[in-house]
T-cell receptor, first 116, second 118 residues
Framework: GENVEQHPSTLSVQEGDSAVIKCTYS??????FPWYKQELGKRPQLIID?????GEKKDQRMAVTLNKTAKHFSLHITETQPEDSAVYFC???????????????FGTGTLLAVQP | KAGVTQTPRYLIKTRGQQVTLSCSPI?????VSWYQQTPGQGLQFLFE???????NKGNFPGRFSGRQFSNSRSEMNVSTLELGDSALYLC?????????????????FGPGTRLTVL
């Protein structure tokens, strides 16, 4: 079935260290992989995404990598800051055969705590 | 541009009642998706509407339904509420431009409606 596994569920790092969150998806037809950051009591916000025709994408302190063969994708945050503390969700888009869809399957989230 | 808005922000209902939630997408966005967020199950896809038609549906019972209007605003309805329906209901809108491969459209979330069923 459609499934996205995300690890770890919690991650505590010191300010300035790097953080890595990993996800695995099940549907090989997935073609779009966004990452969302959700601060307490707020809406999920897109922070970076990657499409299936690209292996890596960087945006300032964030980078995502995609391994389509292994069906793995990861988020790397460098030089972490206290304001990076939040829940991070990975997601995979599930195309509908023969049609368009914006269905996203989400991972279970990673609570990142950056200690000052 | 104004972001995605949802009303009401908070709702308290009792078991057996029904509820209607509203979502106004970003101007120009034609796709609206709905998600249920709970601590135990995370974010789960309910359904997606595009041009007033349901384009995809998740694994929720028929008590959950929705519709989209010609101005792209969307509503979702939950009938015969159960305690387990207590959750944050999020909608997300997408531009869905022609030419972009299916499923590769950025989704922007609203603030959510917090539903509590007593």
């Amino acid at each position: 079935g459609e499934n996205v596994e995300q690890h770890p569920s919690t991650l505590s790092v010191q300010e300035g260290d790097s953080a890595v969150i990993k996800c695995t998806y099940s549907d090989s037809a997935s073609n779009y992989f966004p990452w969302y950051k959700q601060e307490l009591g707020k809406r999920p916000q897109l922070i970076i995404d990657i499409r299936s025709n690209v292996g890596e994408k960087k945006d300032q302190r964030m980078a995502v990598t995609l391994n389509k063969t292994a069906k793995h994708f990861s988020l790397h945050i460098t030089e972490t800051q206290p304001e990076d503390s939040a829940v991070y969700f990975c997601a995979a888009s599930i195309p509908l055969y023969g049609g368009a869809t914006n269905k996203l399957i989400f991972g279970t989230g990673t609570l990142l705590a950056v200690q000052p | 541009k104004a972001g995605v808005t949802q009303t009401p922000r908070y709702l308290i209902k009792t078991r057996g009642q029904q509820v209607t939630l509203s979502c106004s997408p970003i101007s120009g966005h034609r796709s609206v998706s709905w998600y249920q967020q709970t601590p135990g199950q995370g974010l789960q896809f309910l359904f997606e509407y595009f041009s007033e038609t349901q384009r995809n549906k998740g694994n929720f019972p028929g008590r959950f339904s929705g519709r989209q209007f010609s101005n792209s605003r969307s509503e979702m309805n939950v009938s015969t509420l159960e305690l387990g329906d207590s959750a944050l209901y999020l909608c997300a809108s997408s531009l869905d431009p022609s030419g972009r491969a299916h499923g590769e459209n950025e989704q922007f979330f609203g603030p959510g409606t917090r539903l509590t069923v007593l």
